[in-house]
């Protein structure tokens, strides 16, 4: 893939006045906060095309990747201009220690795979060095992003043609933004906050055929958004646990890992029910995304990783699930769960055969789609929506329904509102609005597609493409 394909150019003259006006800026917060440290935060690109949709997704990821690393510093003032035709940008100002926050940014630029595409420069007004360079703190200067010699050589030989360049670039974003995608070792916060987010996001994109949104409660009677925003908020501290029972586990057997989150999630079932008066808003999810946030926590305890390493974690864990739960537990013949009744009638495995296929559906299409999905975030998650409409075998739809004979409706419907345009077009948009009236009509509502949707979110977050 070429990611200079599409974009405006920019020339130099524009490229030198927004230079001023950044210095201008900067010069300003050194004044307004003297005692603090200012960060100039932008990318470095050569060529005339400094901005368009996955320059834009490269400079969004670094910015959560630096913010993540400065959780505890105290963060005065930021401003960020992600649109300019000149390339997006950003500043910080923080309080601390120049040359901790140095060397903090220093392995942004050399760790982070896309970090070799920023400039981060720090000020301090105050500091009898007002600015630190690599070598004052014992580190290389930076190289080359072509043939790793000192990169300042190169560019003022001009060593490399820009085509020599586009080729590294387009080769380290599809090498970050693959489908065994790298991730970061997010703290817990960070984490935490894009299990929230998700669930939140979810629940906000209107119109999701029979689902909850703002404006309608769908074919749920007896829940409307604001029953999800407690909820969601009720399951924090479960989100919270799931991180640090991952975080903590030094066995080997991940089974066991499992179990410990499954306890913890039947104490979040109970905050769930107080916090919505009884009513299952999030019962899925606190299975599946307690799963994934405890995957994800145990894999990056001792540095970064990659969705791979993510998808064997998950499936170590859940290698006995559809065994135990599905098959024994109908053998038992206790009271039977939803998800149990339908493997007994149809062979369905549901959320349990997903968990145990490490959620093909998140990983192999929902994800790579939503990275690619153009638009307002509303339109990108509709889609998405609808894509995973069409292949999930949806136990809520199911059950709603009365039978799997609905999924290749469903599949049918997902067809038509792709051919039509989808949320780019205004026959889709249409096709949807009647679709959400349909489902309403007959009671029929896409829950499993929609905790398929919030785990999509809540990956694509960690890897910066919403
Ligand atoms: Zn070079």
């Not at 599409?6 to 003297?34: C, F, I, M, W």
């Amino acid at each position: 893939m070429n990611i200079f394909s599409k974009g405006k150019s920019t020339d130099l003259s524009a490229v030198l006045l927004q230079r001023e006006k950044r210095s201008h800026y900067q010069n300003q917060l050194e004044q307004r906060y003297p005692n603090k440290i200012v960060i100039s935060f932008k990318l470095n690109i050569p060529g005339p095309i400094k901005n368009n949709d996955y320059l834009a997704r490269i400079f969004q990821t670094g910015w959560r990747v630096l913010l993540s690393q400065l959780t505890g510093q105290v963060i005065e003032h930021s401003r960020m201009e992600a649109n300019l035709n000149t390339g997006p940008e950003a500043f910080l100002v923080v309080t601390g220690n120049l040359s901790a926050l140095k060397q903090l940014t220093i392995k942004f630029e050399d760790n982070f795979p896309l970090g070799r595409l920023f400039d981060v420069d720090l000020m301090a007004g105050q500091d009898e060095k007002y600015q630190l360079s690599r070598q004052d703190l014992g580190f290389a200067p930076r190289t080359c992003l072509i043939c790793n010699q000192d990169a300042k050589s190169c560019i003022k030989i001009q060593r490399h043609s820009l085509m020599e360049a586009y080729q590294v670039i387009n080769s380290l974003y599809a090498n970050y933004y693959q489908e065994n995608f790298y991730l970061f070792n997010w703290g817990e916060d960070t984490v935490i906050n894009a299990a929230l987010t998700a669930l939140l996001d979810e629940v906000t994109v209107t119109p999701k055929p029979g689902l909850v949104d703002p404006a309608s409660n769908g074919s749920h009677q007896d829940m409307t958004a604001f029953t999800f925003i407690e909820s969601s908020l009720a399951l924090r501290p479960y989100f919270v646990q799931a991180f640090e029972l991952g975080h903590n586990f030094q066995g080997t057997d991940l089974t066991s890992l499992f179990e410990q989150v499954r306890q913890a999630g039947i104490q979040a079932e109970q905050a769930m029910y107080l916090a919505t008066q009884g009513v299952n808003t999030h019962k899925g999810l606190i299975f599946s995304l307690g799963i994934m946030i405890a995957a994800l926590a145990q894999i990056t305890r001792t540095g970064p990783s990659h969705a791979g390493k993510l998808r064997q974690t998950i499936q170590a864990m859940t290698a006995n699930l559809v065994a135990t739960d599905l098959q024994q537990g109908l053998a038992e013949q206790k009271a039977l769960t939803a998800g149990q009744q339908q493997y007994q009638r149809y062979q369905l495995t549901g959320i349990r055969g997903e968990a145990a296929q490490a959620f093909p559906m998140v990983f192999e299409l929902a994800l790579p789609f939503l990275g690619q999905a153009t638009g307002a975030d509303n339109q990108r998650y509709l889609d998405t929506l609808m894509l995973i409409a069409g292949q999930l075998a949806d136990s809520t739809l199911i059950k709603r329904a009365g039978s799997p004979a609905i999924l290749a409706e469903m599949r049918a419907w997902s067809a038509e509102y792709f051919a039509l345009g989808g949320s780019q077009r205004e026959a889709g948009r249409t096709f949807l609005a009647n679709l959400d009236q349909d489902f309403i009509k007959r009671n029929l509502s896409l829950g499993g597609a929609a905790d398929t949707l919030v785990l999509t979110i809540f990956l694509a977050r960690l890897q910066g493409v919403v």
